[in-house]
């Protein structure tokens, strides 16, 4: 056996020694001060004493221990006005830093109301959003539309070249922008800038709108060839591109940026890039498009490019976009 049993004085002083001990107090907090006071006064005291007993033996003597005595006893009051100082100090700078503290707590909670208050309205805005998109597919008005053209703007998530859509049964694309405070529709086909553009104005309802679109565009080479015009059709495509271009920017997408159109299920158009929506951080510059190699080959060799013809038709739209909707020299 070990020798420790219950009950035991070796018992009892191990369990005392594993309780948690007691933090030891720093030198400075002792009244280590007072003491040495006390018993320099003392001392001071006794030698001055003692002085007075050696008169008769040595005056030298005597003497010396008078100042001597006297010296030790002036240490005390030093000691003592030492200590009150440092006492004085030592609460004041408690409290200096109590006010800090308590000015950081305040700050702190400043901050963080500030933020709580940020982040609601962002959220707020979000919601918004989401409202003023897919209010697109349900028969929308010419404000709904112009709200949600220009809230996607603003946000970045479509380029303020106008968010692209092409129209179903031909191959007739409508672009929507806001400019100058004006909702605008540009019609191209993909190669010719602005083939037409129609303002839209307030109270003029969507199916007046496009009938007036088709109008014009009866007058012009680019009328379908099917004879019919299905323009209205694009706004359910606009509110997909603001959808997509939405949960990118809350994804932390920032190559999804300013889009002009979507391009199938794997390809995205931006102002400065063809984009893959599976690999968002995969870019291709417009301006390297028609310049650098055959992108077809170099891109079609990739593992998770499923449909080529998407590809071609997204390589192709990527190049008309320079010198038709967007500047020959692309957007910086």
Known sequence: MNGIYPGS????????????EVPSLP???LPIREHWGALATVIGVTVIVASFATQEVSQWLSDML?????????????????????????????????????SQQRLKKTLDEIDAGVQTRLSDDADRATEL????????????????????????IASSYGARVGVAGGELYVRYLVRDGVLRLAIDDGFTANIMVYEWSPGVAPSDA???????LRLTASWPTVG??????????????????????KRGEYSMRK???????????????????AHPHYTVALQRLPKEMNWY????????????????????????????VLPKEGVA
């Open 9 to 20: 004085t070796k018992s009892r002083l191990q369990a005392t020694e594993s309780k948690t």
């Open 27 to 29: 030198m400075s907090t």
């Open 66 to 102: 008078l100042n001597a005595g006297v010296a030790v006893m002036l240490l005390a009051p030093i000691i003592y006005l030492t200590r009150r100082i440092e006492r004085s100090v030592n609460r004041q700078i408690k409290d200096v830093e109590a006010e800090i503290d308590a």
């Open 133 to 156: 998109f897919e209010a697109l597919r349900s028969a929308p008005s010419q404000e709904d539309v112009k709200a949600a053209v220009a809230f996607a703007q603003d946000w970045l």
């Open 210 to 216: 496009f009938t007036e679109i088709a109008r014009r």
């Open 228 to 249: 019919e015009f299905h323009g209205a059709t694009t706004l359910a495509g606009l509110a997909d591109i603001y959808a997509f271009g939405l949960n990118a920017r």
């Open 259 to 277: 889009l002009i159109q979507l391009v199938g299920a794997e390809w995205a158009l931006t102002e400065t890039a063809l984009v893959s929506r």
């Open 297 to 324: 080959e170099h891109l079609g060799d990739k593992l998770w490019v499923d449909d080529k013809g998407l590809l071609a038709q997204a390589l192709g739209l990527g190049e008309g976009l320079l010198g038709s």
